[in-house]
Structures are given as C-alpha cells and as structure tokens.
C-alpha cells in the first residue's frame, strides 16, 4: 500500500502547549499534504509541501519534508481547544494518479 | 467552503438492496472522488472522475459503480449493499490530481442491515 502512517495514533496535550505529528510514506512522492477533519464533518485541506520543498508555514503551522527518510512532520504551535480534531497526511506516490490517505491522528487539546 | 453537497447525509438499508449517493458541486472543478472511511484504514478511494463520462477505480472500487453524466453531479451506485459496505462515504474535488487541495463534503453515513 502506499498509504502514508501518522504517528502518534493519538495526543492529548494541554491549550498553550505545541503539537508535532509525524507521517512517513513509502514511495517517492511529488507532493504531500496535511489534512484536519473535526468530528462529524469532512476533512479541510490545512497546507500542501512540494517534493523539493523542505519546510512550509501557514499561520500557526508548520510542515517539515524529509524526502531522503519519506517523512513529514505537522507542527502546530500555540495550541487551541478549538485544535482538536483528526489529522491525516495524504501522499501521491510516484505517477499515482490520486491520493494515499493515513489513518490520522487525533488531537486532543485540553482547555 | 467550497460548495459540496452530499445526499442523502444518512441512510439506512438492506442487504442486497441498491443505493445511490449523489455529491453535487457548484465550483466546476474537473475532478471529483468518492472515499470510505473506517476507522482503523483512514480514508480510501472508491472511485474518482477525471470529466464528463471519464472514470477510474481507486483501491477499493470492488461492489461500486460510477457514473458523471454533468460536471456538477457525480453518482456512486452500490448495485447489492452487503454489510461490509457500511461506511462513511465522502466526496471531493479538486482542480487538479494530486497538486491541488481536495475539498471535502460532509459525508454520508451509510449503514447496510
């Protein structure tokens, strides 16, 4: 399969505090994208990191590429109750012509 | 948010009996994909559309048909519910495949009796 893994399955960290999730894939990729779905609803697209980019910020997020260990990293700084919800990375693999989803982890952040 | 429209949101049936879910858009992206999601196996691809009348299977494409007859309306047909189809579905679009954010309806809770 080439679904990308996120690690940890899940966080519970306290409002203030920073949240790091990880996602490591398979194949060689051209781009990889970090996804967040609250309970009930559909999942919104958070920040897209291209193969030959290394880091990439969107407000209090922050996304590392690592193509030589096929891995990823969300960050989120900062952390706010309304943080919680599921986190998925998602990968294309090499001439996929769709995306690979992870199982996701799911945060909760404790006010 | 984009302008996904899923229906119905919930359903409930009988094995062996058909259903059909419709995701309608109002944004005129070119492609549009159906996943489920389980817990334990994330989200995985059904089927996706690449225009009017073009499809293609995705990883679990077995039980499912597709139809796009309008750009707007993309159909997933389950010809003969089995219990292991219980499952939330999802739709999504996107301008491009894999370089363009997909954007998500609200899904459709589905569960096969």
């Known amino acids: 399969s080439q679904q990308g893994e996120e690690d940890p399955q899940a966080l519970s960290i306290q409002e203030g505090e920073n949240a790091t999730m990880n996602c490591s894939y398979k194949?060689?990729?051209?781009?990889l994208q970090w996804y967040r779905q609250n309970s009930g609803r559909g999942l919104v697209h958070l920040i897209l990191i291209r193969s030959n980019e290394r880091e990439k910020h969107s407000g209090r997020l922050r996304v590392t590429l690592d193509t030589s260990k096929k891995s990823s990293s969300l960050l989120i700084t900062a952390s706010r109750a309304a943080d919680t919800a599921s986190y998925f990375c998602a990968t294309d693999g090499s001439g996929a012509n769709n995306l690979f989803f992870g199982t996701g982890t799911r945060l909760t952040v404790i006010p | 948010d984009a302008g996904i429209t899923q229906s119905p949101r919930h359903k409930v049936t009988e094995t062996g009996t058909p259903v059909t879910l419709r995701c309608h858009q109002t944004?005129?992206?070119?492609?549009m994909y159906w996943y489920r999601q389980d817990p334990g196996h994330g989200l995985r691809l059904i089927h996706y559309s690449y225009g009017v009348k073009d499809t293609d299977k995705g990883e679990v494409s077995d039980g499912y048909s597709v139809s796009r007859s309008k750009t707007e309306d993309f159909l997933l047909t389950l010809e003969s519910a089995t219990s292991s189809q219980t499952s939330v579905y999802f739709c999504?679009?996107?301008?491009?495949?894999?370089?363009?954010?997909?954007?998500f309806g609200d899904g459709t809770r589905l569960s096969i009796l």
């Open positions: 944004e005129n992206h070119r492609y």
């Open positions: 194949t060689s990729i051209n781009n």
């Open positions: 999504a679009i996107s301008e491009g495949i894999s370089n363009q954010p997909q954007h």
